[in-house]
Antibody, heavy 124, light 108 residues
Framework: EVQLLESGGGLVQPGGSLRLSCAAS????????MTWVRQTPGKGLEWVSG????????YYADSVKGRFTISRDNSKNTLYLQMNSLRADDTALYYC?????????????????WGQGTLVTVSS | EVVMMQSPATLSVSPGERATLSCRAS??????LAWYQQKPGQAPRLLIY???TRATGIPARFSGSGSGTEFTLTISALQSEDFAIYYC??????????FGQGTKVEIK
């Protein structure tokens, strides 16, 4: 069974840092691209960042570029999101998700499995 | 950035009736579009990818159609567990992958 379990959220002051983790199980983690998506009541779902299976390619939304770093440790089946210079508008529920692979072996850039999310609150 | 627009914002439907949800992209995304269902307190669940391919385990009453800039999610006969918020997401031009603002399907 595919499982994704996020952790590391919490309350942090503006300008602070936080590292989120996403522990994966039930599939061959190293071959799947992974993403982080966040959700707020006001802005809905927002794609944050993505990383290839090997970790060699990373992608970011403009809103987090230069402040957030996505990475992965395939030996630990874990995805990370290092968040620096946090702002109030980074407050959200952060989900990790796995990119999909169809029955013909083609990848598609939509999340076929999601974790339950970890809440990040940026406030003084 | 591709802007995704969903309509209506809220759809009131009786159980057993058909629901039709729309999603429009600001430029062509071909068939690189997904639909998700989200219930309160839960993560999004993938329903459709490639505009019309049902994800694993998704009932046949969910169907997707469209290409280019206009897409539709149809739920043929709404069941109680289908009342939720539905989002579309394009993955043709990214980063960033972009979501619509959602359509809430509520009980009439």
């Amino acid at each position: 069974e595919v499982q994704l379990l996020e952790s590391g959220g919490g309350l942090v002051q503006p300008g602070g840092s936080l590292r989120l983790s996403c522990a994966a199980s039930g599939f061959t983690f190293s071959i799947y691209a992974m993403t982080w998506v966040r959700q707020t009541p006001g802005k809905g779902l927002e794609w944050v960042s993505g990383i290839s299976g090997s970790g060699g390619r990373t992608y970011y939304a403009d809103s987090v570029k230069g402040r957030f770093t996505i990475s992965r440790d395939n030996s630990k089946n874990t995805l990370y999101l290092q968040m620096n210079s946090l702002r109030a508008d980074d407050t959200a529920l952060y989900y990790c998700a796995r990119d999909g692979l169809d029955s013909l072996g083609s990848w598609y850039a939509a999340g076929d499995y999601w974790g339950q999310g970890t809440l990040v609150t940026v406030s003084s | 950035e591709v802007v995704m627009m969903q309509s209506p914002a809220t759809l009131s439907v009786s159980p057993g009736e058909r629901a039709t949800l729309s999603c429009r992209a600001s430029q062509s995304v071909y068939i690189n579009l997904a639909w998700y269902q989200q219930k309160p307190g839960q993560a999004p669940r993938l329903l459709i990818y490639g505009a019309s391919t049902r994800a694993t385990g998704i009932p046949a009453r969910f169907s997707g159609s469209g290409s280019g800039t206009e897409f539709t999610l149809t739920i043929s006969a709404l069941q109680s567990e289908d009342f939720a918020i539905y989002y579309c997401q394009q993955y043709n031009y990214w980063p960033p992958r972009t979501f619509g603002q959602g359509t809430k399907v509520e009980i009439k």
